[in-house]
């Protein structure tokens, strides 16, 4: 069993950042791939990015590619989000999960509770 918490949303201007971050507990958080998807009001769960337990391979989305960067600590059994250049259109909740590497929701066995990103123009 993995429980995720994410933190870090908030209210941003345009072209701004933020970092999310997604806590893990459990002793197996290593062995699991990470992702990152997001929903806006009214649209479906999207992917946004992925990464192997290792770390050493990651995937995006290409709406956010080149802006997005994920990344993991292990040994803080975290994963993080770093979001620059953020766009209106960014705007949705965004939730953490632990899985299969993979852009599928479907593929994701665990999430968290989601965290509240919202871009100003």
């Known amino acids: 069993q993995v429980q995720l918490v994410e933190s870090g949303g908030g209210l941003v201007q345009a072209g701004g950042s933020l970092r999310l971050s997604c806590a893990a507990s459990g002793r197996t958080f290593r062995r699991y791939a990470m992702g990152w998807f997001r929903q806006a009001p009214g649209k479906e769960r999207e992917f946004v990015a992925a990464i192997t337990w290792s770390g050493g391979t990651t995937t995006y989305a290409d709406s956010v590619k080149g802006r997005f960067t994920i990344s993991r600590d292990n040994a803080k059994n975290t994963v993080y989000v770093q979001m620059n250049s953020l766009k209106p259109e960014d705007t949705a909740v965004y939730y953490c999960?632990?899985?299969?590497?993979?852009?599928?929701?479907?593929?994701?066995?665990?999430w968290g509770q989601g965290t509240q990103v919202t871009v100003s123009s």
């Open positions: 999960a632990a899985g299969r590497y993979s852009g599928s929701y479907s593929d994701y066995d665990y």
